[in-house]
């Protein structure tokens, strides 16, 4: 696994995926560097807590972030092996197909979690800049990068799944782009709805959920790619 594991970095190495990664994590930070120099005072008013007010203005740009890079990280590690026919190549050697498919689900993953862990590094950075004279909530920092990636398994490995076994990017890219935007207005579902995951609402149930249904979906997703490539 660790062998396909790297291939499949080399194959995308040129691509800007850390790029992408940093930029999401980054963005996300960024925009709360503009409000926070804009009107400071004003939003240091509205609440005692000045980390937890803080977080919480970054906590809801979070999930959107995570998603639109997972769809985009998902079809661009696809439209590799479309551009350059590697998938005839790949199927060709004596490679367990569902062991590539996971592969590309695992590359995918180590990057959203790189870009979590580049999100905790920007928001602790900059809150200790701002230097609220509170004491630092590590934890909830943690929490806040990591856990949403858990609660969006669900909606990555939905798009792997269509992202390889259709036959036009397009369908692709459409489905990414509904994944998106049912992400943007979530919180107008139930908490059930896994679009609605990612805000962990409900931190447990969100994340529990996800696994699960990540890992569901990634199964199905496995054995479709299997099952059509076997014909």
Known sequence: MMLLMKAELAKIKRKGFLFLAFLGAFGVVAMQMVNYGVRKE?????????????????????????????????????????????????????????????AKFLVIFVYLILAASLLFLFTLMYGIFLDFKQPIPFLTIVKESFLPVLATLPIIALQLWISVVSKSQTIAITIGIVNFLLTYSAFSFPEWVPWRWPYLGQPLFNIGLGVVAGALLLIVGMYDFYRKDAK
């Open 42 to 102: 004003w939003l240091m008013q509205q609440n005692p807590d000045y980390w937890q007010y803080y977080l919480l203005n970054i906590q809801s740009f979070i999930p959107i972030a995570i998603v639109l890079g997972g769809i985009i990280l998902t079809i661009q590690i696809t439209n590799v092996e479309e551009e350059t026919n590697a998938w005839k190549q790949q199927l060709a050697l004596p490679i367990s197909k569902k062991s590539l498919y996971l």
